[in-house]
């Protein structure tokens, strides 16, 4: 532990928090998703919960615990999980969205079973809200934290998404460096906010989370001062 983890102060504020990956049904038996374990966003809610935050999680289907003292909000689909995210987003100081949000959806949900037919089949995929940017082009919007997983030119897109949803700061991680991210208890970032960027890591997920909590506390009060 370094003395800058228990200066992490967050007594009083809340901070919303999405997580895991999202499902996206095509018919009443199937879906697609993608490969989020929800850890990181599970530990960014842990570190806050610890800091003294009032914590609400919004989270896709995975298998980690809920941490002690987080209120969660189990979703499935992209739609639910905005849904979910604007009924409690006006009361939150702080939005981190760390999920795995799928960009698409199938453009037909089918009623039944699709049969097995031809060699081939095509499906249809319409773009899912963008949950992050939406919360961040709110009027009153919250500090709005963004993750961003990129296997090529990770400062490039990073400082991009930054710009483009118009975030306080980014997160990103290089999910080609094997043993970490996607699954994996351990995690590097590399964060970039108007003024400057900091990495963290290589470490394990909840140390990481720390230090990424105690950087975004010094960034938003640094804001809001
Ligand atoms: N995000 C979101 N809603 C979406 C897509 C992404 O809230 N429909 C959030 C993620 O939780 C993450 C950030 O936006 O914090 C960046 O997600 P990412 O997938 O890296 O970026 P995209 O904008 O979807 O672009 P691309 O997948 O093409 O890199
Ligand atoms: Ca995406």
């Known amino acids: 532990c370094t003395g800058q983890d228990q200066a992490t102060d967050l007594q009083g504020k809340t901070i ?6 999202t499902r996206e049904p095509l018919d009443p038996v199937r879906y697609i998703s993608n490969h989020s374990s929800g850890k990181m966003g599970y530990a960014m809610a842990a570190a806050a919960a610890d ?17 002690a ?23 939150a100081d702080i939005f981190i969205a760390t999920a795995a949000v799928a960009d698409y959806k ?22 899912n809200p963008d949950i992050l940017k939406e919360v961040a082009a709110l009027p009153d919007a919250p500090f709005a934290v963004g993750f961003a997983a990129e296997s090529q030119n990770l400062a490039h897109y990073a400082k991009s998404k930054l710009e483009k ?6 997160a990103a991680n290089d999910i080609t460096t094997s043993g970490l991210g996607f699954n994996s208890d351990y995690n590097a970032l590399h964060v970039f906010w ?30 809001s001062s």
């Open 106 to 127: 199938a453009k037909v949900l089918e009623n039944n079973k699709i049969k097995k037919k031809g060699d081939e089949l095509t499906l249809t995929f319409v773009k």
């Open 165 to 170: 949803k118009k975030l306080a700061m980014v």
């Open 16 to 21: 919303l928090i999405t997580a895991g990956p």
């Open 194 to 223: 108007e003024n400057g960027d900091k990495q963290l890591g290589p470490a394990p997920k909840t140390q990481l989370a720390r230090e990424l909590l105690s950087l975004i506390d010094e960034r938003y009060k640094n804001k």
């Open 51 to 67: 800091a003294g935050a009032n914590v609400v999680l919004v989270s896709g289907p995975v298998s980690v615990r809920p941490p």
């Open 69 to 91: 003292g987080v209120d969660v909000m189990r979703v499935e689909t992209a739609q639910q999980m905005l849904d979910a995210v604007m009924q409690h987003v006006k009361a």
